[in-house]
C-alpha cells in the first residue's frame, strides 16, 4: 500500500529521516512511536505526499511519489484519511460541513443520512451544527477522525490522535481506530502514549515503528 | 456572502461556493468599485455613440450640400443673386439650387448663435443652397463662373469645415472607445489585485482545502465564482445609475445646441446591458489567472 525503499527527508540539508525502507500492507494496524521532534509527524506527510522524500523513493498506491502531478496528488489525499495533529477545521463552517468538506471539494453528494450515522458513530450527533472552535479537544478529534473516513480511504494515518485529551477519551479514540481496521482499512497511529499501545495489542495484530538515531525500527510483540 | 452596505446581494451560496470565507470590507468595495467603473463606462460609450451620429449626420448632411454666399450692396442683390443662379442652373453637377428664405436661414444659424439671433439688425448675406449630383461638380471651374457672373458671391462647399469638424467628432469617438478600454483595463487590475488580497488572506484555508483533497481548479472555482458575482452585481448597479442618468440629461431640444446630443437613441439603449457581462467576463477572467498564478506558487 505505502513503501519506503531506502528513503530519506531532511528539512533545508539537515537530515531528519534516513535509509528508511518499510512497507505499509493493506490491513495492517501500525503505530509509530519516538520522543518528540524525532520526525513523527514528518514520516506522516511522506506517507499523504504533503513532503516528498529528499533521497530514496517513497511509492504510494504502487505509484512514485516522485513524478506525480498535483491532480494526481489531490486524488490521492481522497483515498487516505488523515487525521492531523492540530486537525486543520475551516472556522467558518458548521461541524457537519468540516466532516463532509472532503465530499464537498471532490464534488460528490452528501448524503445527510449517512453523515448523522457517522457523526453519531464518533458521538458527535448533539454538536453538528457547532463550529469547530466551540468543540473540546475531544470532539475536535473525533470530528477530525469523521472528515478523515468519510470518503471511506483506504489508508487512515492519525498523528497524535489522543494528543490532548484525557485516557478515557484516548481509549474511546483507539477503539473507533479498531474498528477500521477490523473494516479492512490499513491503519498507521503516531503517538508517544506507551499504555495506548499497550492497550491496542491485547485487540489487534499492531506492529510499532520507532524512530530512532534517524531511523525507523521496526518491533513486533517486544515492548 | 455578505454584504452590510448592499443587503440585496446577500443570496445563498452553495456549500463548494462558501468553503472560502466572507471577506466583508473587501467585497463591498470590489462592488463599489465595479459599480463605479460601469457608471463611467455608460458614459463613455454613451460619448463614443452621440459623436458617431454626429460623424454620420454632418458627415452626410454636408457631404452632398453646399452653399453660395453672396455679400453685395442691399440695392445690387437681387441681381446677383439672380446671376448666379443662372450660373448654378447651366453648371454640370448641379441637381438643384434655390435662395433660402430668411427663416430658413434663422434656423439654420440658430444652432451656432441661439434663437436670439438679432437677424434684423445684422446684414445677413443672402444664401443659396446647392443640391450636388451624387457626381458632383467642379468647385473651381465654378467659383471661376461665379466671379465673373456674380462678383459678391463666394461658393462654400462645406468641406473646409466639415472636414475638422468630423475628424474632432471621430476622435472624440476613438476616445470614448479608448475610455471604455482603459475601464475594463482598470476594472481587470482591481479585481486582480482584490483576488489576490483574497488568495493570500486565505492560505491556511487553501492548505486545508488541499489537505482534504481539493484540486487547484476546485479552490480557483471558489474564488473565481465569488469575483465573478461581485463584479457583476456591481457592474449592474453602475450600469442602472448610469442609465438613468444618461436619460435624465436635458434633451437637445430643449437646450437648442447641438452639444447635448450625449445620449442614446432607440435600440442604442441596449449597448450598456453589454457593461455587466464584459464587467463578469473581466473579472472571471482576472480572478482565473491571479487564481491559477498564486495556487502554483503556493505549494
Ligand atoms: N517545516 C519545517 N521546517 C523546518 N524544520 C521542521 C519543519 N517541520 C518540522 N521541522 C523539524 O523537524 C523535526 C521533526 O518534526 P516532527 O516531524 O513534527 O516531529 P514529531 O512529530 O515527532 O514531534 C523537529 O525538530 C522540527 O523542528
Ligand atoms: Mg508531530
Given at each position: ?10 528539512y533545508g540539508g539537515r537530515e531528519l529521516l534516513t535509509e528508511m525502507s518499510l512497507t505499509l500492507a493493506p490491513g495492517s494496524f501500525h503505530f509509530l512511536t519516538g520522543p518528540s521532534g524525532t520526525g513523527k509527524t514528518t514520516f506522516l506527510k511522506l506517507c499523504y505526499r504533503e513532503l516528498q522524500a529528499t533521497a530514496g523513493r517513497v511509492s504510494i498506491f504502487d505509484e512514485d511519489t516522485r513524478g506525480m502531478e498535483r491532480d494526481d496528488v489531490a486524488q490521492l489525499r481522497r483515498r487516505i484519511g488523515v487525521v492531523h495533529q492540530d486537525c486543520q477545521f475551516l472556522d467558518h463552517l458548521s461541524v457537519a460541513e ?126 | ?299
Amino acid at each position: 500500500m505505502i513503501e519506503f525503499h531506502d528513503a530519506g527527508y531532511g528539512y533545508g540539508g539537515r537530515e531528519l529521516l534516513t535509509e528508511m525502507s518499510l512497507t505499509l500492507a493493506p490491513g495492517s494496524f501500525h503505530f509509530l512511536t519516538g520522543p518528540s521532534g524525532t520526525g513523527k509527524t514528518t514520516f506522516l506527510k511522506l506517507c499523504y505526499r504533503e513532503l516528498q522524500a529528499t533521497a530514496g523513493r517513497v511509492s504510494i498506491f504502487d505509484e512514485d511519489t516522485r513524478g506525480m502531478e498535483r491532480d494526481d496528488v489531490a486524488q490521492l489525499r481522497r483515498r487516505i484519511g488523515v487525521v492531523h495533529q492540530d486537525c486543520q477545521f475551516l472556522d467558518h463552517l458548521s461541524v457537519a460541513e468540516n466532516v463532509a468538506l472532503p465530499l464537498t471539494v471532490s464534488g460528490q453528494p452528501r448524503d445527510d443520512g449517512d453523515l448523522s450515522d457517522l457523526l453519531s458513530w464518533v458521538g458527535l450527533s448533539e454538536q453538528i451544527n457547532a463550529r469547530p472552535p466551540e468543540l473540546s479537544g475531544g470532539e475536535r478529534q473525533r470530528a477530525a477522525l469523521a472528515r478523515a473516513v468519510i470518503m471511506s480511504p483506504d489508508v487512515i494515518l492519525a498523528d497524535e490522535p489522543t494528543g490532548n485529551v484525557d485516557w478515557e477519551m484516548s481509549l474511546r479514540l483507539l477503539q473507533l481506530l479498531i474498528e477500521l481496521n477490523r473494516m479492512g482499512k490499513t491503519v498507521v497511529i503516531a503517538t508517544h502514549d506507551l499504555h495506548l499501545i499497550r492497550q491496542a495489542k491485547s485487540q489487534v495484530a499492531a506492529r510499532v515503528l520507532r524512530i530512532s538515531n534517524r531511523r525507523i525500527q521496526q518491533s513486533g510483540a517486544d515492548l | 456572502m455578505k454584504t452590510i452596505l448592499l443587503p440585496f446581494l446577500n443570496f445563498s451560496e452553495s456549500t463548494s461556493g462558501r468553503v472560502v470565507p466572507p471577506s466583508g470590507f473587501t467585497a463591498q468595495l470590489t462592488v463599489i468599485t465595479s459599480a463605479a467603473m460601469a457608471f463611467l463606462a455608460v458614459f463613455a460609450l454613451a460619448l463614443s455613440m452621440a459623436t458617431g451620429r454626429l460623424a454620420e449626420r454632418w458627415g452626410n448632411e454636408l457631404a452632398r450640400g453646399s452653399t453660395v454666399r453672396i455679400s453685395a450692396p442691399a440695392e445690387q442683390v437681387d441681381a446677383q443673386v439672380a446671376a448666379a443662379l443662372k450660373v448654378l442652373e447651366t453648371t454640370p453637377g448641379v441637381a438643384a439650387a434655390r435662395l433660402l428664405s430668411e427663416e430658413e436661414e434663422t434656423l439654420l444659424l440658430e444652432p451656432w448663435f441661439g434663437p436670439d439671433l438679432p437677424l434684423d439688425t445684422l446684414p445677413l448675406p443672402a444664401l443659396i443652397d446647392v443640391q450636388e449630383t451624387s457626381d458632383g461638380f467642379d468647385a473651381e471651374g465654378l467659383r471661376l463662373r461665379l466671379a465673373g457672373e456674380a462678383p459678391g458671391a463666394v461658393l462654400d462647399d462645406h468641406s473646409r469645415w466639415r472636414k475638422p469638424l468630423l475628424r474632432a467628432a471621430e476622435r472624440l469617438r476613438f476616445l470614448g472607445v479608448l475610455s471604455l478600454i482603459l475601464i475594463a483595463g482598470v476594472t481587470g487590475g482591481m479585481i486582480t489585485l482584490a483576488a489576490n488580497a483574497a488568495l493570500a488572506a486565505n492560505g491556511q484555508v487553501i492548505r486545508t482545502l488541499r489537505l482534504v483533497g481539493a484540486t487547484d481548479r476546485f479552490i480557483a472555482g471558489a474564488f473565481v465564482r465569488r469575483f465573478t458575482l461581485r463584479g457583476l452585481s456591481g457592474a449592474l448597479i453602475g450600469t442602472f445609475l448610469g442609465m438613468i442618468a444618461v436619460a435624465l440629461l436635458p434633451s437637445a431640444d430643449e437646450a437648442g445646441s447641438f452639444l447635448t446630443g450625449l445620449g442614446f437613441v432607440g435600440a442604442q439603449w441596449l449597448w450598456p446591458l453589454a457593461i455587466p457581462v464584459l464587467a463578469a467576463l473581466v473579472a472571471f477572467a482576472a480572478t482565473r489567472v491571479a487564481a491559477s498564478q498564486t495556487l502554483r506558487r503556493l505549494m
